[in-house]
């Protein structure tokens, strides 16, 4: 079997398949914030929200910085950009496949109609 080999991609599928770290990204779209306070803000201990974080931060998605006992959390420079250039990519393949699909029924019906004439 065939492995494409895409770390970066990976991490950030990997990273974005949970809801509640897709959460944590809109609630870091709107500003900087503790994880103590995301923690509050998704209702799960400390311990639980670390964790989404360092999967987020592997994935170069979020950053955190330690200053005195507070741990911030913002997003990552890295952005989304080959994760919505690969999905542009298979959504225009799919596009494709679709209206070729289209075309092939629209033919089907058009000669159905056609032998139930004569």
């Given at each position: 079997?065939?492995?494409?080999?895409?770390?970066?991609?990976?991490?950030?599928?990997?990273?974005?398949?949970?809801?509640?770290?897709?959460?944590?990204?809109?609630?870091?779209?709107?500003?900087?914030?503790?994880?103590?306070?995301?923690?509050?803000?998704?209702?799960?201990?400390?311990?639980?929200?670390?964790?989404?974080?360092?999967?987020?931060?592997?994935?170069?998605?979020?950053?955190?910085?330690?200053?005195?006992?507070?741990?911030?959390?913002?997003?990552?420079?890295?952005?989304?950009?080959?994760?919505?250039?690969?999905?542009e990519?298979?959504?225009?393949?799919?596009?494709a496949?679709?209206?070729?699909?289209?075309?092939?029924?629209?033919?089907?019906?058009?000669?159905?109609?056609?032998?139930?004439?004569?």
């Amino acid at each position: 079997m065939v492995q494409y080999i895409s770390p970066p991609l990976d991490l950030s599928f990997a990273a974005l398949s949970d809801a509640t770290r897709r959460g944590i990204i809109d609630q870091l779209g709107l500003g900087d914030a503790s994880i103590t306070s995301l923690a509050d803000k998704f209702q799960m201990t400390l311990t639980g929200m670390k964790k989404h974080i360092q999967v987020l931060e592997r994935a170069g998605l979020v950053v955190t910085q330690k200053v005195g006992r507070v741990r911030t959390c913002k997003l990552g420079k890295r952005g989304l950009k080959a994760e919505a250039e690969w999905i542009e990519a298979h959504r225009k393949l799919f596009e494709a496949r679709f209206e070729a699909l289209d075309e092939i029924l629209s033919e089907m019906k058009k000669e159905g109609s056609d032998e139930s004439a004569s």
